[in-house]
């Protein structure tokens, strides 16, 4: 899709529709301003769940799902434990993690072994982020299940604006399916809230924010908000990160200068753990992490149009699905010189940075629905960059090429084949 995204921008222009094969259509704006226009609406006109509203009251609604006072009050409940000042002090707890995990990689370094570091990724990430958010640790084998239920919780999200196929939907025995992910995440999720409930936690983390959380009337979370809250943090807080920073390695291996520009910047860490204090002088991993998002993209990123309105001259009707896309946005040559190479060397370069229009890079979203997770997805990659380079070396099949695979988030398709070594 994404290449056909590209030779439709240029034919059509900023604005065009994507037929639906039954009917209807997708309107797809790859303008900045266009895109603000959906993103940064202030005013309710543009819902990310639209009319499946409606069905919050039965499966339970998370803050991506709600608009409004109901959506306001939420993101007050969240702030305090996303902000960076917090992030300051689960850092140490996030990095021991990663350390311990990327350590056990050793295993395969030197053995000329052929490993997935996508999928080993997922498998750093996620147990990361439950002792950092929820102060939880839970088993190997519950890491791979919620590995493979998040994913296709997000497949199923996404399939409603047709950006990936329906995940099965037929629980037989020996086959994952939707219905068996969905309860295996409501159950490990209402675990953990049974677990806080009985064993409180005397530093506050995410998951008493939420249980002691009250909207104005003074009311709480329902039981069912409060699972997909979990669910839709678990998601957005790993998943995320893992094919973020998976395209990251699959460029950035490609291209020796690069890559050696981030040796010496981790080298000059002299070993140590990364810290918040350090992150600053990880500005290169940080830019070789946003020009790896950049080329992520996306084939679209669906709102609702919850009214009837205007982009560009064009009628949008209520309940339309539209939004930018960020796989053409990102590739514009209008915005980036040579768009299809991959050269971190646009981030760090700030007179280019303050040319390009605000929206013409936003892998974070933009408006009220922003990612408040961007602090610590930043602070990830960063940490997770040092820490790997820091103990091996990583080399690619030599034939092998990035492949999208387009889902809720952008996935490397097939995972990221590469052979470790020590450094």
Same mark, same amino acid.
């Given at each position: 899709?994404?290449?056909?995204?590209?030779?439709?921008?240029?034919?059509?222009?900023?604005?065009?529709?994507?037929?639906?094969?039954?009917?209807g259509?997708?309107?797809?704006?790859?303008?900045?301003?266009?895109?603000?226009?959906?993103?940064?609406?202030?005013?309710?006109?543009?819902?990310?769940?639209?009319?499946?509203q409606?069905?919050?009251?039965?499966?339970?609604?998370?803050?991506?799902?709600?608009?409004?006072? &109901?959506? +306001?009050? %939420?993101?007050?409940?969240?702030? !305090?434990? @996303?902000?960076?000042?917090? =992030?300051?002090?689960?850092?140490?707890?996030?990095?021991?993690?990663?350390?311990?995990?990327?350590?056990?990689?050793?295993?395969?370094?030197?053995?000329?072994?052929?490993?997935?570091?996508?999928?080993?990724?997922?498998?750093?990430?996620?147990?990361?982020?439950?002792?950092?958010?929820?102060?939880?640790?839970?088993?190997?084998?519950?890491?791979?299940?919620?590995?493979?239920d998040?994913?296709?919780?997000?497949?199923?999200?996404?399939?409603?604006?047709?950006?990936?196929?329906?995940?099965?939907?037929?629980?037989?025995?020996?086959?994952?399916?939707?219905?068996?992910?969905?309860?295996?995440?409501?159950?490990?999720?209402?675990?953990?809230? &049974?677990? +806080?409930? %009985?064993?409180?936690?005397e530093? !506050?983390? @995410?998951?008493?924010?939420? =249980?002691?959380?009250?909207?104005?009337?003074?009311?709480?979370?329902?039981?069912?908000?409060?699972?997909?809250?979990?669910?839709?943090?678990?998601?957005?807080?790993?998943?995320?990160v893992?094919?973020?920073?998976?395209?990251?390695?699959?460029?950035l291996?490609?291209?020796?200068?690069?890559?050696n520009?981030?040796?010496a910047?981790?080298?000059?860490?002299?070993g140590?753990?990364?810290?918040?204090?350090?992150?600053?002088?990880?500005?290169?991993?940080?830019?070789?992490?946003?020009?790896?998002?950049r080329?992520?993209?996306?084939?679209?990123?669906?709102?609702?149009?919850?009214?009837?309105?205007?982009?560009?001259?064009?009628l949008?009707?209520?309940?339309?699905?539209?939004g930018?896309?960020?796989?053409?946005?990102?590739?514009?040559?209008?915005?980036?010189?040579?768009?299809?190479?991959?050269?971190?060397?646009?981030?760090?370069?700030?007179a280019?940075?303050?040319?390009?229009?605000?929206l013409?890079?936003?892998?974070?979203?933009?408006?009220?629905?922003?990612?408040?997770?961007?602090?610590?997805?930043?602070?990830?990659?960063?940490?997770?960059?040092?820490?790997?380079?820091?103990?091996y070396?990583?080399?690619?099949?030599?034939?092998?090429?990035?492949?999208?695979?387009?889902?809720?988030?952008?996935?490397?398709?097939?995972?990221?084949?590469?052979?470790?070594?020590?450094?």
């Amino acid at each position: 899709m994404g290449s056909e995204m590209c030779i439709r921008d240029r034919e059509f222009g900023d604005i065009y529709s994507v037929p639906f094969p039954l009917g209807g259509s997708i309107i797809v704006v790859n303008h900045p301003d266009y895109a603000s226009q959906v993103m940064d609406d202030p005013v309710g006109r543009y819902s990310m769940i639209g009319p499946g509203q409606a069905a919050m009251g039965m499966i339970g609604a998370a803050i991506p799902m709600l608009e409004g006072d &109901k959506f +306001r009050q %939420r993101r007050r409940m969240l702030m !305090p434990i @996303l902000v960076r000042r917090h =992030l300051a002090r689960v850092a140490e707890v996030i990095a021991d993690e990663f350390v311990g995990r990327v350590d056990s990689w050793a295993q395969w370094a030197d053995t000329g072994q052929e490993v997935d570091l996508q999928h080993a990724i997922a498998q750093v990430t996620l147990p990361a982020f439950l002792r950092a958010m929820f102060s939880s640790s839970i088993t190997a084998q519950e890491i791979h299940e919620t590995d493979v239920d998040l994913r296709t919780f997000m497949s199923l999200m996404a399939s409603v604006t047709l950006m990936s196929p329906l995940p099965n939907l037929l629980p037989l025995p020996g086959r994952e399916s939707a219905p068996r992910s969905m309860w295996r995440l409501w159950r490990l999720t209402r675990r953990l809230i &049974k677990d +806080r409930r %009985r064993h409180p936690v005397e530093t !506050p983390d @995410l998951l008493s924010l939420l =249980l002691e959380a009250t909207y104005d009337d003074g009311s709480p979370l329902s039981e069912r908000d409060l699972s997909m809250e979990l669910m839709i943090l678990m998601a957005g807080g790993y998943e995320t990160v893992v094919a973020s920073l998976s395209w990251t390695l699959a460029l950035l291996l490609a291209h020796p200068d690069h890559l050696n520009r981030l040796y010496a910047e981790v080298d000059a860490l002299h070993g140590a753990v990364p810290t918040p204090d350090d992150l600053p002088k990880l500005s290169w991993a940080k830019a070789c992490f946003d020009e790896g998002q950049r080329l992520q993209g996306h084939p679209l990123n669906p709102r609702f149009a919850m009214a009837d309105d205007v982009i560009g001259g064009y009628l949008i009707p209520r309940y339309t699905i539209v939004g930018p896309s960020l796989y053409s946005m990102h590739r514009d040559p209008r915005w980036w010189v040579n768009p299809d190479s991959y050269d971190p060397n646009r981030f760090m370069d700030q007179a280019l940075v303050r040319e390009r229009p605000r929206l013409a890079f936003m892998p974070f979203g933009s408006g009220r629905h922003h990612c408040l997770g961007t602090g610590m997805a930043y602070m990830n990659a960063q940490f997770l960059l040092t820490i790997i380079f820091q103990r091996y070396r990583l080399t690619l099949p030599q034939t092998w090429k990035p492949k999208h695979h387009f889902n809720f988030s952008v996935t490397l398709d097939g995972g990221l084949p590469v052979t470790l070594t020590r450094a």
